[in-house]
């Protein structure tokens, strides 16, 4: 292992509640094997993986708080839904506290909770690594076996049911909570629309939905 991502794996065992630290492993080794998959740099997705999430256990009114002060980006949506912000101030995170100049490390952290159409390779792997990562499993839900396999043969399709799968997840809680409305981020539907059309043929029966 080499002593950037044994430091970060430190760093963030300290910084991460126990679940959140566990779960970043899963997607750090998950990406990285997808990456040595496709013949691409494992290193860079591990490190992705390993700082994906490293500004999502703070409380919402601080991610915003912090995202404003940075001068970051908020929309609307945003403003009254700041977890949807914790890729964006976790690049920012990446960036200036752990010194990851990359950018196409940088954009799978930012983009990684909706997506964005046209992803980079690092960018659909770490998305879809982290709605698979073996930590995603539900007794009640059915399980992502298919899509797993998926995620090593055919990465654009996995990303068009990932996709699928959370906008239906999503719009579901909606219907089941009509007093507390579920936004939808623009990001996500233009990353379902993007996927199901470069995918359009073969996308015919989805596999089950894992999401939490
Ligand atoms: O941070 P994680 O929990 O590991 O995973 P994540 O960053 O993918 O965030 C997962 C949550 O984000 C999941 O509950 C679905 C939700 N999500 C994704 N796109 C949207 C969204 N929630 C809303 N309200 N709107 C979106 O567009
Ligand atoms: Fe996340
Ligand atoms: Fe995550």
């Not at 404003?68 to 914790?86: I, N, R, T």
Request: glycine residues 6%; proline residues 4%; contains cysteine.
């Amino acid at each position: 292992m080499n002593d950037r991502i044994d430091a970060l794996m430190k760093e963030m065992e300290h910084r991460l509640p126990r679940k959140r630290y566990v779960h970043t492993l899963g997607v750090a080794y998950l990406a990285a094997s997808i990456a040595m998959a496709y013949g691409k740099n494992y290193e860079k997705a591990m490190i992705a993986g390993l700082l994906h999430d490293c500004a999502k256990c703070l409380p919402e009114k601080e991610i915003l708080k912090q995202c404003l002060e940075m001068g970051l980006a908020v929309s609307d949506l945003e403003q009254q839904q700041p977890y949807l912000l914790h890729g964006r101030l976790g690049a920012w995170y990446a960036e200036h506290k752990y010194g990851v100049k990359d950018e196409k490390i940088l954009n799978a952290i930012r983009f990684h909770t909706t997506g964005r159409p046209e992803m980079s390779f690092m960018e659909k792997n770490i998305y879809l690594s982290d709605y698979i990562e073996i930590g995603r499993e539900q007794p009640i839900e059915p399980d992502l076996k298919e899509l797993r396999r998926m995620a090593f043969e055919d990465i654009d399709l996995a990303v068009y049911y990932a996709a699928k799968n959370t906008v239906d997840y999503l719009q579901r809680k909606e219907r089941n909570n009509p007093d507390k409305k579920v936004l939808m981020d623009g990001a996500a539907l233009a990353t379902l629309a993007y996927y199901k059309e470069l995918c359009g043929k073969s996308a015919s029966v989805p596999p089950q939905d894992g999401r939490k």
